[in-house]
């Protein structure tokens, strides 16, 4: 800045100011447009990183979770390759070799007349042999008879009933 030494330096040191003040003004301008960027920038980054970071996580639990169930396929499978084995040893330990397995029961009923008058035959019912239908892994049944009937038919029919019976194998049927 250059000071004149009469009336005029005082006038010369204001436009000299005005002359660096507006450039400065200008700059202060800029510079605080650049903070605003920067601060926009800083809010989009810190958005961005959380957003990672979710991903991140997510990405984590679904690596987990696919583990997971992995594992519960491959114990899945197993059970299934075990299915045929454990089918064959149970139908073995608990079928009657002589049980029919084509859905046909022959059922001869000896004494019919004796059976017919006791009446505690007829309470409880006269159960059949079991039998099978459906093949060896079918449905296992066994048919109940009541001389004198049941309920409404008390002592004027005869009652028939078919019970399904609980088998080893009834998860596959």
């Known amino acids: 800045m250059v000071v004149d030494q009469g009336n ?14 507006q450039p400065y003004k200008k700059f202060s301008k800029e510079i605080q447009k650049l903070e605003e960027c920067i601060q ?18 997510i990405a984590l639990k679904t690596a987990n979770e696919n583990e997971v169930l992995e594992k519960r396929i491959s114990e899945i499978e197993k059970s299934i390759q075990e299915i045929p084995r454990v089918i064959s040893s149970n139908y073995n330990s608990t079928t009657n070799p002589n049980e029919p397995d084509n859905g046909e ?17 007829n ?24 001389f004198h009937g049941v309920d409404k038919g008390k002592d004027s029919h005869v009652s028939l009933y078919v019970s399904i019976l609980k088998t080893n194998h009834d998860a596959i049927l």
């Open 8 to 21: 005029n330096g005082r006038v010369h040191q204001v436009e000299t100011l005005k002359n660096v003040e």
């Open 105 to 121: 029961l022959v059922w001869p009923i000896t004494n019919f007349r004796t059976l017919f008058e006791q009446r505690d035959v």
């Open 123 to 146: 309470d409880n019912g006269l159960s059949s042999p079991t039998f099978l239908v459906g093949g060896r892994y079918g449905y296992r049944m066994r048919l109940r008879i009541f």
């Open 40 to 57: 926009v920038l800083t809010n989009d980054f810190t958005h961005m990183y959380s957003k990672l970071d979710s991903s991140e996580r």
